[in-house]
């Protein structure tokens, strides 16, 4: 039976070694990270390369000279190799984290010697001005990109951070400069109309590409737009608080005013949260948007919409339709009601992304809008079977009409906000909404033009 004992001895001493060797130095065995030597101390300590490839080097020979006899069983005599072995590998790892970050530092300062080289070309070569700041924009971000793979435990941590610094404040002008001339198309559009400075158009990709033009300028009023930063409040509460949208909400007469033909939301009645919130945006109910900002109030409706990264838009006031203001409540104090079309496009890029809870209640609406005159009209007038309309929000008026809305093109989904201050000019809106779509049926998508 010896030949049926001997893998079982072998196993058994195998064992027995790992064993006893944790016993001996329990902490080298089973927690590396915390051998304390002073050669890992003075690791700790050091503030140049030099000094840890020397460390390395030392911590090498140590090892060399107490490497155990082969299959030795002297547990006693093991436990110096294997406290060599712990401070070896960690000196090994820090000087291949040194050595990576030295690199990285460097690859940081030729990407950014390259966007200089770049900068002073697009100034000598105008005529290709436009695809020389693309270029430019992108080593800057690589350099940048660069030195964030640089740990802040490391050597060159410090220095990373100001050349991070630097770059970022060279990059920023730039990104500027690109996003303006990457909207030029837009500019064109709205200079078509006549009436350019009236013109407000921002244009998001799903994926966060966008173009706008005067896109960070508030129109003349929200409008009925302002219908949508409420339903984003709301459903944030309604999340946060536990709330169920079959909750009956009592809509007060005091916020009673003119409403479109055809709503359904009337005071002195019932009607659960989730049908409230809905017929404000479907029918664009005004009674509706005002026992919501009743229901949320002033200051966390405009709180939820900072912290949603949306500062330029806010909700101050009720709405009215022809001329009845709600007798209650009408107002926060904090002046008009606010936003632009950069903001409330985003909003709609949040919902179609679904990047909140209770995003699809809102974009469930947005579907089933009942206001066919704006962007579903514009869509449906180009006949064009690459082209579908997913969604949207109007509002106009006496100083301002608009639409911020979503559409399907080839496979690809975009969100856009259009307004024109002091207007009611249906044709005109819808013009400018084909164009926008019109010009990326025919030079592509956002997210292709951003990956050239």
């Known amino acids: 039976m010896g030949w049926l004992w001997y893998p079982f001895a072998i196993a058994f001493n195998t064992v027995a070694l790992t064993v006893a060797a944790a016993v001996v130095y329990p902490t080298l065995a089973l927690a590396p990270d915390e051998v304390d030597h002073p050669l890992l101390a003075q690791m700790g300590r050091t503030k140049d390369i030099r000094t840890l490839h020397w460390l390395q080097q030392q911590a090498q020979r140590e090892l060399a000279q107490v490497s155990p006899p082969r299959l030795s069983q002297d547990f006693q005599a093991l436990a110096p190799y294997f406290l060599w072995t712990q401070v070896v590998y960690r000196l090994n790892q820090r000087v291949d984290q040194e ?21 002073n070309q697009a100034r000598e070569e105008p005529a290709s001005d436009q695809p020389l700041l693309q270029q430019e924009a992108y080593l800057w971000q690589a350099a940048i990109a660069q030195l964030e793979q640089i740990s802040p435990h490391s050597l060159m941590a410090e220095a990373a951070a100001t050349k991070k610094a630097e770059y970022i404040a060279a990059a920023e002008p730039v990104a500027v400069q690109v996003e303006l001339t990457e909207s030029d198309f837009l500019k064109a559009i709205a200079e078509a109309t006549g009436r350019p400075g009236a013109i407000r158009i921002t244009l998001c990709h799903l994926s966060g590409a966008c173009r706008n033009y005067q896109g960070d300028v508030p129109p003349a009023s929200p409008a009925s737009l302002i219908k949508l930063p409420v339903a984003v409040a709301l459903m ?26 055809g709503a ?13 919130m809905a017929r404000m945006i479907k029918e664009s109910n005004n009674i509706a948007t005002n026992q919501l ?19 330029n838009t806010t909700v101050n006031t009720k709405l009215a339709g022809d001329s009845t203001l709600p007798s209650v409540n009408r107002n926060s104090g904090g002046g008009p009601n606010t936003m632009t079309s950069n903001e409330v496009t985003e909003m709609m890029r949040q919902i179609y992304t679904f990047a909140h ?56 989904r975009y969100v856009m906000t259009v307004t024109i201050d002091n207007s009611g000019n249906q044709v005109m809106l819808r013009e400018v909404i084909q164009g926008v779509i019109q010009h990326v049926l025919d030079e592509g998508h956002l997210v292709t033009q951003n990956r050239q």
Not at 99 to 119: N, W
Not at 373 to 394: C, H, M, P, S
């Open 293 to 311: 900002a009743d229901y949320i109030g002033w200051e966390t409706m405009n709180q939820t919409l900072e912290e949603r990264g949306f500062p």
């Open 236 to 261: 944030d509460k309604v999340v946060k608080e536990g709330i169920d949208l079959d909750q009956p909400v009592y809509v007060e007469p005091y916020n009673w005013t003119e409403n479109a033909n």
């Open 99 to 119: 050595t990576t970050a030295a690199a990285d530092y460097e690859r940081a300062l030729e990407l950014a010697t390259q966007a200089i080289i770049t900068r």
């Open 357 to 412: 809870p209770g995003d699809e209640e809102i974009l469930d609406a947005l579907v089933g809008q009942y206001d066919w005159d704006f962007g579903y009209r514009a869509v449906n007038q180009l006949r064009n079977k690459r082209v579908a309309w997913i969604g949207e929000k109007t509002g106009q008026n006496s100083r301002v009409i608009g639409s911020t809305l979503a559409v399907k093109i080839d496979d690809e």
């Open 264 to 276: 359904k939301i009337f005071v002195d009645r019932e009607y659960p949260l989730r049908e409230v």
